[in-house]
């Protein structure tokens, strides 16, 4: 007959050690046969396996009558009560909501950590759904988090978002071994040997372009210590030798722009250059500020360097009707920050940290990146503007300028 050991003897100067110990001996109770015993019986070898300190509290800490001394249940739980003080919960659900998934986690172990989070939280029916909430909003795959949250609330339970969790990390690191692998055998080869590709009009035939890179073992350069080569490749009869570079771990193809603008993948269609000398205002409604009903004028005047760049500046931005001089006293006066320039100049600044606090702020919501990218699926020219000087093209209203 097997002969089972009880858990080594617990160490009343570390009571968070209790919950781990507790189930070591409930682990033991099953083979011992411990259940079929007396409540007595049962009540002794816990005592016994707890150690010599376990006997003082028993009887005089634990606070329980003769009759609830012989019942294990009883006594348990009057050990839980003497180990674990008062659960503060606002802290325990403080250290919850900072529970996020670490780089280099993995995802289980991050389910783990908001169990063990969530314990003492008495978060009640809604504990379910808080970890849950935490899984799906603090994840670092964040196209999984999206994905679980556009699925249907029948979806979204605790057992179901992390498991699709789960598949999608799996699938990911297998996707990514894949691409190690390839990279890898790509690499093992040497960089000497022929960038093969086809060209038009040879019925598909390959046609070998001989490349002599500096190469040292493993097919890696000398010089920057990557594996490359110089390829020949063809689209739509025009042709390019192109660089390649071969990089462990990655697992998708990027062409550069120049590469893109020798194969005749894209095309520059020029660019317009219009530098006025005084700055236009941009049509549209002025721009107003309003301010709060708490406001409190503020007025400051800081010395600043570059005096004499400094003067120029203000006087072209005074012509150019920008900014208008104040000679008279005024409520309102921010400190102007200089900025040199490389080229020499200096850009005009201002420090309206106090100004932002009193003012009304605009309801702007700003595009996010995906909507952007998703508006532009479609299109095949593209643009860009670039305008000087951006803020003093904003014509501002009469009222704020007295």
Known sequence: MVRFQPAAAFNFSSPDRWPAWKLRFSRFRMPAKLSTETEEIQVSTLLYSLGPDADPVFEYQLGLSDAYKRKYAEVVEAFDTYFRPATNVIHERAQFKQLIQRPGQTLEEFVRDLYKGAEFCDFGGEKDNRIRDRIVAHMCNKRVSREIQMKEASEQTLAKAPAYARQAEKVEDQVAA????????????????SAVSHRPGNSGRKQPTQQQPNSGAHGECLDCDRAHAQAHYSHRHRSADIPVYVLEGATTCLLSRSACSDLGLIQGLGSVHNKPELVQCMKGPAVNIQLTSEATPYHCMTAHHFYFKVRDELSRMEEGDIIAK?????????????????????????????????????????????????????????????????????????????
Not at 178 to 193: F, K, N, T, Y
Not at 331 to 345: E, F, R
């Open 178 to 193: 894949q691409g190690r692998s390839a990279a890898a055998s790509l690499v093992s080869e040497p960089v000497s040997s």
């Open 326 to 402: 104040v000679v008279e006293p005024t409520d309102w006066c921010s400190p102007i920050v200089p900025v040199l320039k490389p080229n020499g100049k200096v850009r005009i600044c201002v420090d309206l940290k106090h100004l932002k606090a009193c003012v009304k702020q605009e309801t702007f919501q700003l595009p996010k990146l995906d909507d952007a990218l998703a508006s532009l699926a479609s299109a095949t020219l593209f643009s860009t503007l670039d305008a000087a000087k951006g803020f003093g093209n904003c014509r501002s209203r009469q009222t704020l300028r007295t």
